[in-house]
């Protein structure tokens, strides 16, 4: 286990995965497990930078919980567990507080964004987010980041942390690089193609979730956004027909060549339908484990203590180093 690289990553319990998120990421996780040495975490310390509805939260943190085993993740090939569990999160986030610039954080594409989307709670953890995501990464000396080229930003500014500490220190940390996986498709929402899928779209046709019912992930391939074209092929200005294609060859394993050898000649009706019952029968089992997972709490609190047990053990290791080398006393 030691010879295994180390990989980091980490989910919001927002309890809503959508077919974008398990395609891009949570399908690469369960591939990574066997290869490296994986530590997963539900950040719900990072979820309250915006307002939750605490019932809504410890609910929706069991639910993600659920479905990440339900796809895939096995708590014995994997250290699997909920942030707030290990303390050494929040603890080093402080300690790396003191070792961040304030220019760095106030460019930070994120804090814009949510900056701009909850005007009424600009709030410091919506600031100082980034040294609490370095700690997360820190702690574990971390490898490898999985991380979608947009969110390159986060190691980035994670690495320059660990660089001014132990340029003062000595080297306290492991540096961490992007692992950006060569497989993942790049998922964008059924309604505005141009854009990726989100669970925040306002139009719900715009998004496929792990917890859809058959017949509503049926209906909503049915409506989804094509062309006038009436055409089944990957072409530049087809942008709704070839999110289409990029689902339906991440659901079935088939080419885009053999997806639009298969269409030729037929319309679009039969392509979303396709595309509709290929995503059912890719969702359907793991929506039907994530219920009974969520009906046997005693074996997700199992997983999330044993989990959390693991994990602790690691992060103190490395915030016991962190504290000697800043001069704090021993407890």
């Known amino acids: ?34 290869r490296y040495h994986c530590i997963y975490s539900l950040a719900d310390l990072h979820a309250i930078t915006v307002r939750q509805d ?22 014995q090939r994997c250290v699997l567990f909920i942030q707030s569990h290990v303390p050494a999160h929040a603890e080093l986030a402080w300690v790396l507080n003191c070792y961040t610039m304030f220019g760095e954080l106030s460019r930070m594409t994120q804090f814009k964004d949510k900056s701009q989307s909850h005007p009424e709670n600009i709030n410091a953890g919506l600031f ?25 930003q986060h190691v980035e500014i994670c690495r320059d942390i660990a660089t001014r500490f132990n340029g ?16 993942g498709a790049r998922i964008m ?23 859809d019912e058959d017949k509503d992930i049926l209906k909503k391939f049915k409506r989804a ?8 092929c990957y072409a530049e200005g087809k942008e709704g027909v070839n999110n289409l294609m990029r689902i339906y060859a991440a659901a079935t394993g088939k080419t885009l060549d053999e997806i639009t050898l298969e269409f030729d000649g037929r319309g ?23 219920k ?29 180093d962190v504290y000697d080398k800043v001069g704090f006393v021993h407890r």
């Open 268 to 290: 679009y009706g039969d392509f979303k339908t396709a595309v509709g019952e290929a995503v059912v029968a890719l969702l359907g089992p793991i929506r039907e484990k994530t």
């Open 189 to 211: 929402s059924l309604q505005e193609p141009t854009r990726k899928m989100s669970k925040s779209d306002t139009n719900q046709n715009g998004y496929i979730l792990l917890m």
């Open 128 to 152: 100082t987010y980034p040294a609490l995501m370095a700690a997360d990464i820190l702690l574990y000396q971390t490898d490898l980041v999985p991380v979608g080229e947009d969110q390159k």
């Open 292 to 320: 009974e997972y969520l009906a046997d709490r005693a074996y997700l609190e199992k997983v999330y203590r044993d989990g959390a047990e693991r994990a602790n053990e690691m992060a103190q290791k490395t915030l016991s």
């Open 54 to 75: 605490p019932k809504a939260l410890h609910d929706q943190s069991l639910l993600l919980l659920a479905q990440l085993i339900a796809c895939g993740l096995d708590p």
């Open 225 to 232: 956004v094509t062309d006038s074209e009436m055409k089944v």
């Open 1 to 34: 286990m030691s010879e295994q690289k180390i990989i980091f990553s980490a989910i919001q319990p927002s309890g809503k995965i959508t077919l974008g998120n398990y395609l891009g990421a949570v399908k690469n996780w369960v591939e990574l497990q066997d």
């Open 168 to 183: 003062i220190y000595g080297d306290v940390f492991r540096m961490p690089e992007p692992f950006i996986p060569k497989v």
